[in-house]
């Protein structure tokens, strides 16, 4: 079965490094979303991807975090600097169309801790 | 920006017992979705019930819904300790297309 795949796995950076996490999606899927989830939080939506296009990225902390989907296929997600709150889950996931009533499908996620 | 608030937050039982989880929302919703969560991976998306629906079968599993209380509930039958995983209800509707999960429930199923 189709997955979505993430790398890395786990991410150990300092304060103040640049990380990116990188996803790619499921083939033919021209949504791709990137969730953050805090440890004993559900997901929360930082960024919506329709092809190359940002659809949502409202919760996104544009002053560090940026993303791109250049080609409309994979997707790289970036903080810089990075600071110690940023500690959490990234899970990437797409849907074929991102219409109405879509289920989405997750990577295994990027574990991400900050010291 | 949390829609959806699951109850109890954690859940314990025996193995061969039903376990029973709730999501409330606030607001008018097109469809409630419900994922599975096993310790340190993604979520997996378990069955949709649409807003016109009000209760839904797949396997062991079955979902209500009750758009006039804005309440959704998940029931999983004769347990194993294979469904010990976070459970997360999610909503679209208050934000377009934007799927907002709740904060999960816990379970954990003892052999």
């Known amino acids: 079965e189709a997955e979505v795949a993430q790398s890395p796995r786990y991410k150990i950076t300092e304060k103040s490094q640049a990380v990116a996490f990188w996803c790619d999606p499921i083939?033919?899927?021209?949504?791709l979303y990137w969730y953050r989830q805090i440890l004993g939080q559900g997901p929360e939506l930082l960024v919506q991807?329709?092809?190359?296009?940002?659809?949502?990225d409202s919760q996104l902390p544009k002053d560090r975090f940026s993303a791109e989907r250049l080609k409309g296929v994979d997707s790289t997600l970036k903080i810089q600097p990075a600071e110690l709150g940023d500690s959490a889950m990234y899970l990437c996931?797409?849907?074929?169309?991102?219409?109405?009533?879509?289920?989405?499908?997750f990577g295994s996620g990027t574990q991400l801790s900050v010291l | 920006s949390q829609q959806g608030e699951e109850d109890p937050q954690a859940l314990s039982i025996q193995e061969g017992e039903n376990a029973t989880m709730n999501c409330s929302y606030k607001?008018?919703?097109?469809?409630l979705q419900w994922y599975r969560q096993n310790s340190g991976r993604g979520l997996v998306h378990l069955i949709l019930?649409?807003?016109?629906?009000r209760e839904k079968h797949s396997g062991r599993l079955r979902v209500t819904l009750d758009t006039s209380k804005k309440s959704s509930s998940l029931l999983i039958t004769a347990s194993r300790a294979a469904d010990t995983a976070s459970y997360f209800c999610?909503?679209?509707?208050?934000?377009?297309?934007?799927?907002?999960f709740g904060a999960g429930t816990i379970l954990r199923v003892k052999s």
């Open positions: 996931a797409s849907s074929l169309g991102g219409a109405k009533n879509e289920k989405l499908f």
């Open positions: 083939s033919g899927h021209a949504t």
């Open positions: 991807f329709q092809d190359e296009s940002v659809v949502d």
């Open positions: 607001t008018s919703i097109n469809n």
């Open positions: 019930i649409r807003s016109n629906e």
């Open positions: 999610a909503t679209d509707g208050e934000y377009g297309n934007k799927l907002v």
